[in-house]
């Protein structure tokens, strides 16, 4: 029995320097073990983002030249205010007067009239099938 005692001292021993080494040797394992998460999570994600392009093409083709033309709007802008014309260009210089509405001589208002269905298919008239 001495020498079993002896054997699982020994082996709880043996496990616990084991186990001192490797929090001295690792330090930062808890680091490792974010970063392979991270690494799966990427992984996954890169995988979807495959899957979707591949499935539409169209909608990938579309956001990228919405990306190249607001990145074109926002050069443009940048080039302008550079040159210290921050506004839509020069302004344009000129004179305007207001007219006013005239009312008809009787004083009555037109009323609108609204659209019949027969005038709703356009201003052709509708053939006969005798023509």
């Known amino acids: 029995m001495n ?11 043996l496990a616990s320097s084991v186990g001192d080494n490797m929090r001295h040797a690792l330090p930062h394992a808890g680091q490792w073990l974010d970063a392979g998460a991270k690494l799966g999570v990427l992984k996954s994600g890169a995988r979807v983002a495959g899957t979707f392009v591949r499935r539409h093409p169209a909608m990938i083709a579309a956001s990228l030249a919405g990306a190249g033309l607001l ?11 550079e040159q210290g014309n921050a506004k839509q260009g020069k302004t344009i210089e000129g004179s305007a007067r207001r007219v006013e509405a005239k009312r008809s001589s009787d004083g009555s208002r037109r009323t609108r009239t609204s659209r019949t269905a027969s005038n709703r298919s356009g201003s052709r008239p509708q053939r006969s099938a005798e023509t």
């Open 71 to 81: 990145w074109y709007a926002a050069h443009r802008r940048a080039k302008r205010v």
């Open 3 to 13: 020498r079993i005692e002896s054997i699982s001292e020994r082996a709880l021993e």
